[in-house]
């Protein structure tokens, strides 16, 4: 099992950038694939960017693709989401979880553990 703290989000105006950190409790984070998601109010929870256990293969959903970048460091357990150029569609909770099966995931159904989710706000 894997505890998951998000951190890092926060208000910001359009354009502007936030680094998103998730922490991973036990010494098995490398087993896991992880993803960020996002959930906007009257949205559905959206897959928004993936990484494999190694952190060679990454994945987006086309919304965020050339202004977010997903990695990760095995040796801190963390995964990272670094936002760019962000817009005030961006503005949701935003979750990380933690995946035990084989390959990559991109539905929530696709993942085991959830962190508590950190609020970012992008203002116009």
């Known amino acids: 099992q894997v505890q998951l703290v998000e951190s890092g989000g926060g208000l910001v105006q359009a354009g502007g950038s936030l680094r998103l950190s998730c922490a991973a409790s036990?010494?098995?984070?490398?087993?896991?694939?992880m993803g960020w998601f996002r959930h906007a109010p009257g949205k559905e929870r959206e897959f928004v960017a993936g990484i494999s256990r190694s952190g060679g293969s990454t994945f987006y959903v086309d919304s965020v693709k050339g202004r977010f970048t997903i990695y990760r460091d095995n040796v801190k357990n963390t995964v990272y989401l670094q936002m760019n150029s962000l817009k005030p569609e961006d503005t949701a909770v935003y979750y990380c979880?933690?995946?035990?099966?084989?390959?990559?995931?991109?539905?929530?159904?696709?993942?085991?553990?959830w962190g508590q989710g950190t609020q970012v706000t992008v203002s116009s």
């Open positions: 979880a933690a995946r035990s099966g084989p390959g990559l995931g991109y539905t929530v159904d696709g993942y085991d553990y």
């Open positions: 036990g010494r098995t984070f490398s087993r896991y694939a």
